[in-house]
């Protein structure tokens, strides 16, 4: 039972070292990586030095250097977000469009949409407002004799000449 | 004498504008009319003298005065008259300058026509201008002169200094004599200079006076001073003694400091120094060798107009919140100062409107990345007061229609100007640094400071007049689809799309490098996800809004007359399905919607024009071109209106077309080979190196040819300029080879050529999908403008007086 037992965990060693290989590939460095693979990437950057100039269209010598960093990462078999991951570690945030520090990205995407918000419930709650003072204006208005109602050529028609004349 | 004359007339500008600021305000206050004529003359008078001072300058830029600081850093002797024109506004101080005079423009304008009909206004929107002018000037004057000029100071830690006035000691540095100018290095030795050389091919000393150095093939990396290196490119001639074979070939290296030692080693082995003996009468120019001209990427014809339109812009909208604070300050707060400021508003949004679209497109021409708008702070903040400008041209006509809204349009009038100052100041203070931006000046802080003071007393004077119940609107809101609320909502989403854009240039980046020390920018990572919802809810509103009617509408009568254009919507989505879908066959289910949802917008103009034009042909008897023209003439704002909204669905079209559905790729070709991308095949066949301009740009151009489905369609030669006198890494300027149709921009930018073999080069190639449409969009959205500024037409003045007197007739009958 004993020798059972030792095949079987290292039958398990075996595949799970296969499994482990398989979540970590071995670097490629013979993969071709296209410049279109490497300005794929690099599009979504920004340059380290140029302030808001995209890595793919800097026309420095260093950011010639890092699409070059760029390539040869996706020939060891990194993914684009470990390769942004690894940008910002080194330069920080502001190399990417949207921060990757946790807290900085919730600022800066959630303050827009909170200040939406706060600014549709603002104007919401007018119109309510409004809408209380025209029921209230409706009940104390004093009777009015029915009109017949105009056909509808002619309601816009009157609305164009109103409109017409400014 | 024309640097002095333009110095002095814009410092008594300032004069003249601090004068009429008092006159104006003391004369209204105590009812003097001739202090207030006299204010009012004195901001005339204030145009007058700027409009002569830039004069000035712009004679300084065509005879080339090197002398002053600001002709020597945006032109150079070989740039041609047309860019040279265009470098009075290419820099700093020029165009503060330039931007003063604008401003100035306009304030003269208001007054002259504005004047008799604004009376009571008038005084106070003036002085208003006046302070803002002011403010200007005196950054212009104390801060960024563009008069200073370039001083030589010998004994000095700087030899070159530029200053307005003459600094001890210094000689102008476009006119000194040799001797003069030598005599830095002589001055302990009686007006001789003794400079032992230890070099290889010539080793000798110079006892003599004026010593100059002339070398062939010098090593570029020998360090010489600046200051130095800069009177040896100006020597005007040279007397070389030694035995040069050739000396038109001498490059003149430089005047030596005492002990200055050139090593062998600095110089090749075909180096040969010569001793230059130079008369010591002989006038020297300091100055002008080393002009570079302007940013390459300046001189483009884009930039003849894009800032000048964008500029106009930004200072148009003085008028509006001139009149608008004039308003609050007055006490008249009908819709006069609207009336008063209408036209000016529209002509400011169109300028900045016309601003954004030639930069677009000077971005498309010239930078290089196959777009036309890349979120940058710079453009954004020239995107933000036009998005408030736009809320506030709506939001006025409420207010003129139904007496709603005043509290409101005073903020968007006033938040449109405070956006233009911070616009102003975030990109002239290198708040946030860009292609776009100035460099970083003292002038951040006096323009920080001014932002504040600015909108701080304005929102003041609003809230103090709201307190006083001065600011009550005459309805209420009754109805929540009528076109004041929907009106509201637009205006809504205009504010909510300009805290959007604000926060993702200027909120997020500051925060987080003031309060946690990070550097963060925002890119369209941030943007898409975040103006395009409100682009759409904008676009859905601007094809619902004009058919609600003022006052109430029901949804019944809402929905029906949405019916035609969602149909035509729909029917042209069909049209649009190929326009959607990817080479591969995909279609692009979210792109199609976006077809239709900016679709509608334009359908619904389109139909609300024949619409009208359908009821007085049934009314009226009128033919239908008869009717057509009288609608458009008897409001012209409102179909003008609409063909701004034909405007920028067209502009919608090109947006979605070239943002979803760009393809790029990068190749590396040898001459004679091809690739291909979708069904276009593209061919190398050579390279045409080293073509030297007028303008001593150095051309490298590759020359294409471009066939689809085997078919050739164009030739194209993307190229580089390079430019040989300016600073490394602002010296070249991409300019891309494209052809163009409606339907796509085969856009093909020549990347480089020379790092494999000298055969091959490198080309990275764009189709972007109806980009063209933009620009259309742009020219449909500027005749829309313009043709809003056309007088409504009234009845003939001879009718118009009939009835008038008829009316007084009447009146006296009544009264009898």
């Given at each position: 039972m004993w020798r059972s037992l030792i095949i079987i965990m290292i039958l398990m060693g075996i595949v799970g070292a296969g499994v482990a290989q398989e979540a970590t590939p071995e670097p490629n460095p013979t993969r071709p990586v296209t410049v279109d693979e490497?300005?794929?990437?690099?599009?979504?950057?920004?340059?380290?030095?140029?302030?808001?100039?995209?890595l793919d269209t800097c026309g420095t010598a260093a950011c010639a250097d890092w699409r070059n960093e760029i390539r040869l990462f996706l020939e060891q078999g990194m993914t684009e977000e470990e390769i942004r991951t690894d940008f910002v570690r080194r330069f920080g945030d502001r190399v990417v469009g949207v921060p990757q520090d946790?807290?900085?990205n919730a600022l800066s995407v959630i303050t827009p949409w909170v200040l939406v918000a706060i600014g549709l419930v603002v104007v919401f709650s007018s119109f309510r407002t409004w809408a209380r003072y025209k029921a209230h204006a409706v009940a104390n208005a004093p009777e009015t004799p029915t009109v017949t109602p105009a056909s509808k050529q002619n309601q816009f028609l009157d609305q164009l000449e109103e409109d017409l004349k400014g | 004498?024309?640097?002095?004359?333009?110095?002095?007339?814009?410092?008594?500008?300032?004069?003249?504008?601090?004068?009429?600021?008092v006159a104006l305000v003391l004369g209204e206050r105590n009812k003097n009319e001739a202090l207030v004529q006299s204010g009012r003359n004195a901001a005339l008078l204030n145009f007058g003298l700027l409009a002569f001072s830039s004069g000035m300058l712009m004679i300084d830029i065509i005879l080339q005065r090197y002398e002053v600081r600001y002709v020597w850093s945006v032109t150079s002797p070989d740039m041609p008259m047309f860019f040279r024109l265009?470098?009075?506004?290419?820099?700093?101080?020029?165009?503060?300058?330039?931007?003063?005079v604008l401003m100035s423009g306009f304030s003269a304008g208001a007054v002259w026509l504005n004047w008799k009909t604004?009376?009571?206004?008038?005084?106070?929107?003036?002085?208003?201008?006046?302070?803002?002018?002011?403010?200007?000037?005196?950054?212009?004057?104390?801060?960024e002169n563009p008069f200073s000029r370039w001083w030589y100071v010998p004994n000095s830690d700087e030899d070159m200094v530029s200053a307005v006035f003459r600094p001890e000691n210094s000689y102008p540095a476009n006119d000194l004599s040799v001797a003069e100018f030598l005599s830095r290095f002589s001055a302990s030795q009686q007006g001789f200079v003794t400079i032992p050389l230890e070099i290889a091919p010539i080793d000798a000393q110079f006892p003599v006076q004026g010593v100059f150095l002339a070398a062939r093939d010098l090593n570029p990396e020998l360090m010489i001073p600046s200051s130095v290196l800069m009177t040896a490119q100006a020597l005007p001639e040279m007397v070389a003694i030694g035995d040069l074979e050739d000396q038109s070939t001498l490059v003149p290296l430089s005047v030596l400091a005492d002990g200055t030692t050139i090593r062998a080693s600095d110089l090749p082995p075909t180096a040969r120094l010569a001793p230059v003996l130079l008369d010591p009468n002989m006038r020297l120019d300091l100055v002008r060798g080393s002009a570079m001209g302007l940013n390459p990427l300046l001189r483009h014809f884009g930039m003849a107009i894009h800032p000048p339109m964008l500029y106009l812009g930004f200072v148009g909208f003085i008028v509006p919140f001139a009149f608008a604070m004039a308003a609050l300050a007055s006490g008249d707060l009908s819709t006069n100062w609207i009336k008063a400021s209408r036209r000016w508003t529209l002509f400011a949004w169109l300028t900045l409107g016309l601003g954004l679209i030639l930069g677009g497109r000077w971005a498309y021409d010239v930078l290089g990345w196959g777009g036309y708008w890349g979120w940058d702070p710079v453009e954004n903040a020239a995107f933000l007061p036009w998005l408030i400008g736009t809320a506030f041209i709506h939001s006025v006509m409420i207010q003129e229609k139904r007496g709603m809204l005043k509290t409101w349009n005073m903020f968007l009038a006033v938040g449109t100007f405070s956006a233009v100052i911070f616009g102003t100041f975030a990109t002239r203070s290198g708040l946030i640094e860009s292609v776009h931006s100035f460099a970083r000046s003292g002038i951040g802080f006096p323009m920080f400071a001014f932002w504040v003071t600015v909108t701080a007393i304005s929102v003041w004077l609003i809230l103090w007049r709201r307190r006083r119940g001065e600011l009550r609107d005459e309805h209420q809101f009754t109805n929540l689809l009528s076109r004041e609320a929907l009106f509201v909502l637009n205006n809504f989403i205009f504010v909510a799309l300009f805290i959007a854009i604000f926060w993702g240039s200027f909120g997020a980046p500051i925060v987080s490098e003031i309060f946690m020390d990070t550097n963060i920018t925002l890119g369209k990572e941030y943007f898409l996800?975040?103006?395009?919802?409100?682009?759409?809810?904008l676009y859905i509103?601007?094809?619902?809004?004009?058919?609600?009617?003022?006052?109430?509408?029901?949804?019944?009568?809402?929905?029906?007359?949405?019916?035609i254009p969602l149909v035509l919507t729909a029917i042209t989505m069909v049209l649009f399905i190929p326009l959607s879908t990817y080479e591969d066959g995909v279609l692009n289910i979210l792109a199609l919607f976006g077809y239709g949802i900016v679709l509608f917008g334009g359908w619904v103009a389109v139909y609300e024009t024949y619409r009208g034009a359908m009821a007085r042909i049934s009314a009226h008897g009128e033919s239908l071109p008869v009717a057509f023209i009288t609608l458009m003439r008897r409001n012209p704002r409102r179909y003008g209106g609409y063909m701004i909204h034909i405007g920028i669905t067209v502009i919608g079209i090109g947006v979605i077309g070239s943002t979803i559905f760009q393809d790029e790729t990068t190749q590396t070709l040898s001459a004679g080979e091809s690739f291909i991308i979708q069904n276009y095949e593209v061919r190398y066949d050579g390279l045409e190196e080293g073509q030297v301009t007028q303008d001593g740009r150095i051309m490298d151009i590759a020359n294409l040819t471009v066939f689809r489905n085997g078919q050739e369609i164009a030739q194209l030669r993307p190229r580089r300029d390079f430019f040989p006198n300016v600073d490394e890494g602002m010296n070249s300027m991409t300019i891309a080879g494209s052809h163009s149709t409606l339907e796509n921009d085969f856009y093909v930018l020549l990347v480089s050529w020379e790092t494999i073999t000298e055969n091959s080069a490198t080309f990275k190639v764009y189709i972007n999908p109806l980009v063209n449409l933009v620009w259309w969009g742009g020219l449909i959205l500027i005749a829309g403008t313009v043709f809003s500024f056309f007088p409504k037409e009234t009845l003939p003045a001879r009718i118009r007086q009939r009835a008038k007197q008829a009316d007084e007739l009447i009146l006296k009958g009544v009264s009898a």
């Open positions: 490497v300005n794929k990437v690099a599009k979504d950057m920004f340059c380290p030095v140029c302030e808001n100039i995209p946790p807290f900085l | 004498m024309f640097t002095e004359l333009g110095l002095l007339t814009e410092f008594f500008s300032l004069l003249a504008a601090l004068y009429a600021i265009t470098a009075l506004w290419g820099s700093q101080a020029g165009s503060l300058l330039f931007w003063s604004h009376r009571r206004l008038m005084p106070y929107a003036t002085a208003y201008m006046m302070a803002v002018v002011a403010f200007f000037v005196a950054i212009s004057v104390f801060l996800p975040v103006v395009t919802p409100l682009f759409i809810a509103l601007m094809g619902i809004a004009p058919l609600s009617a003022w006052g109430a509408t029901s949804l019944k009568r809402l929905g029906i007359s949405l019916v």
